[in-house]
């Protein structure tokens, strides 16, 4: 037997025989179709005994039930063989013991894919060929049409075959007729040279012999004292403070000291009132004509406002680190910033413009001077 005729013998060993996928295809249309069928029936023969009794009212029903009811259900039960099919396999498949993969990964075809063989196949149903199709593989696989368009297979599901590696247990080439499994390329092995590890070649250049010279006269090294000997007025900056010169003072006693980053006051917020007095911010708050705290809004600065331009609780200021930031709580006439060089900002009451030392607050008539200390 030649090897491509082995080949050809295998891939027929594991494809899906006509029979099977005719069989599989039937059974699948028989419970699809038949549940419908059989509903639209019992519908039927009971809109004929309403009209029997008279009773059309129950008859107009009856016949609207027997219309829209098997469509529903032709449409849930297409669905769920769709469903199946991207699966791998359907009712009638099952029974059969065939199965649908795809040709690349050998897995399942998924929805869309098996959307997809579904419309071709049904296309090339017109044509009296197109389900015969899978007869014209010339490979043995016996894919038709709408398989090679939709990349997928149609495998035998028996115990002895490997759907997943495109095997049958015990393949090999035989003259006695095994099953060949599919020609595979053969991996060649280079053998691996073990490398030295590439070391950059060092170039020494040759030193020339110096011409005589003057003779240079050095003066003799002196070791330095040792730091205990050393008097404390000769390095005081080097030696911390708590820490006398000793024996058990050493130069590592130095390196471990470190300067102490300065420590960054935050400032302290303050609203210059119009009428004169000034309010310190100690946190986060509310002002307005008669604000009422919630939350972590807990210092409420109260204004008189006579003419009633501004509301009771007109806006809130947060502060967030060394920032001050203020929103509009819903006021009836708004909050805007007044600063210099800039048109007037509006205040929102989603974001927080957050303000510089001399901003000033339009609160209604009232102007709120923003400074710190």
């Known amino acids: 037997m030649s090897l491509v005729t082995g080949q050809r013998a295998a891939l027929e060993q594991q494809s899906a025989t006509m029979g099977s996928r005719a069989g599989a295809y039937v059974l699948d249309m028989l419970w699809v179709s038949l549940i419908p069928f059989v509903v639209q029936i019992g519908f039927t023969v009971a809109a004929g005994g309403a009209i029997g009794r008279g009773d059309y009212s129950a008859y107009s029903t009856m016949i609207s039930l027997a219309v829209w009811i098997p469509l529903i259900l032709r449409i849930v039960l297409g669905l769920f063989y769709l469903g199946a099919l991207g699966s791998g396999q359907t009712p009638g498949m099952k029974a059969t013991k065939i199965r649908l993969v795809r040709l690349d990964t050998m897995g399942e075809p998924g929805f869309w894919r098996a959307l997809g063989r579904l419309i071709i196949f049904s296309l090339t149903f017109y044509i009296i060929v197109g389900p015969l199709s899978p007869l014209f593989d010339s490979t043995g696989a016996r894919r038709g049409w709408h398989d090679q368009a939709s990349g997928t297979w149609m495998l035998r599901d028996t115990e002895g075959g490997a759907v997943g590696g495109v095997s049958v247990a015990g393949a090999g080439v035989s003259d006695a007729g095994m099953a060949a499994v599919p020609e595979v390329a053969p991996v060649y092995q280079v053998p691996v040279v073990p490398v030295a590890p590439e070391v950059a070649p060092v170039y020494q250049v040759p030193v020339a012999a110096a011409a005589p010279s003057a003779p240079v006269y050095r003066a003799a090294a002196v070791a330095p004292a040792p730091i205990s000997s050393v008097p404390g007025s000769v390095i005081p900056s080097m030696i911390p403070a708590g820490i006398s010169v000793g024996d058990n003072f050493s130069r590592d006693d130095l390196d471990e000291t470190r300067a102490a980053p300065p420590v960054r006051s935050q400032p302290r917020w303050v609203f210059g009132v119009d009428s004169g007095e000034d309010v310190v ?79 000033v607050l339009l609160l209604g008539d009232r102007r709120v001077t923003v400074s710190t200390r």
């Open 281 to 359: 911010l100690t946190g986060s708050g509310l002002i307005g004509r008669n604000p009422q705290g919630t939350g972590d809004m807990t210092q409420l600065v109260s204004l008189l406002d006579h003419t009633k331009s501004m509301s009771k609780t007109h806006a809130a200021f947060i502060i967030d680190g060394d920032r001050l930031g203020v929103i509009d709580r819903h006021s009836t006439n708004g909050t805007r910033v007044e600063r210099r060089g800039y048109p007037e900002i509006p205040v929102g009451v989603d974001l927080p413009v957050y303000l510089s030392p001399g901003d």
